[in-house]
């Protein structure tokens, strides 16, 4: 049963286009959502996250935008660049930690030059 | 400051044995958590340790367990395992618990089970 489906699970993008990663929850328990980026051989490092009373948060080239009444969030990489090629997760996280944590699928990005 | 590290690296083991990993968190970090990585199940929560007790568990067998020392330092085994156990294993590490405090994520330990 999976909680948070995110999608697509693979993305192509040329240099300098938008990429843009949905994630939908179903459980409204879910107050903090962060994303990750994990490049291989590493661990997820914390991207941006986001809250459910802000709609969008921006920092730098990645944006979060979240529509809690859809109960649904994205993650838009604007002027991707081929460092930008990694694995992307959403995850979704209770109040009270993350010992409940669910975490996407993972999208894996490829920026092509 | 140092980063989350995990040992081994990499391990092969075969069915029935059991398998002991480490991770050393961020100095002054004391929530230590645990993730099963696959392809096909991605990323799931085990378990989360503060000041050496078990918080809060995943949906996993009595099979995987864990442990926190004083140092915060942190151990996971598997008894008896299966096929199905070779995964990525994360270790993440946090100043406190709860959502406000940022998990810093290892590099991992690949396990493969034979």
């Known amino acids: 049963q999976q909680q948070v489906k995110q999608s697509p699970q693979s993305l192509i993008v040329q240099k300098g286009g938008i990429s843009i990663i949905n994630c939908a929850y179903e459980n409204t328990a879910f107050d903090y959502f962060p994303w990750y980026q994990q490049f291989p051989g590493k661990g997820p490092a914390l991207l941006i996250a986001i809250r459910p009373d802000v709609s969008e948060k921006k920092e730098g080239r990645f944006t979060i935008s979240f529509n809690k009444s859809a109960k649904q969030f994205s993650l838009h990489i604007m002027d991707s660049q081929p460092g930008d090629s990694a694995t992307y997760f959403c995850?979704?996280?209770?109040?009270?930690?993350?010992?409940?944590?669910?975490f996407g699928i993972g999208t894996k990005l490829q920026v092509i030059p | 400051k140092a980063g989350v590290t995990q040992t081994p690296r990499y391990l092969i083991k075969t069915r029935g044995q059991q398998v002991t990993l480490s991770c050393s968190p961020i100095?002054?970090?004391?929530?230590v958590s645990w993730y099963q990585q696959t392809p096909g199940q991605g990323l799931q929560f085990l378990f989360e340790y503060f000041s050496e007790t078990q918080r809060n568990k995943g949906n996993f067998p009595g099979r995987f367990s864990g442990r926190q020392f004083s140092n915060s330092r942190s151990e996971m085994n598997v008894s008896t395992l299966e096929l199905g156990d070779s995964a990525l294993y994360l270790c993440?590490?946090?100043?406190?618990?709860?959502?406000?405090?940022?998990?810093?994520f290892g590099p991992g330990t690949r396990l493969t089970v034979l």
């Open positions: 100095s002054g970090h004391r929530s």
């Open positions: 995850a979704a996280v209770p109040s009270g930690g993350y010992q409940k944590v669910t």
């Open positions: 993440a590490s946090s100043l406190g618990q709860g959502a406000a405090h940022e998990q810093f």
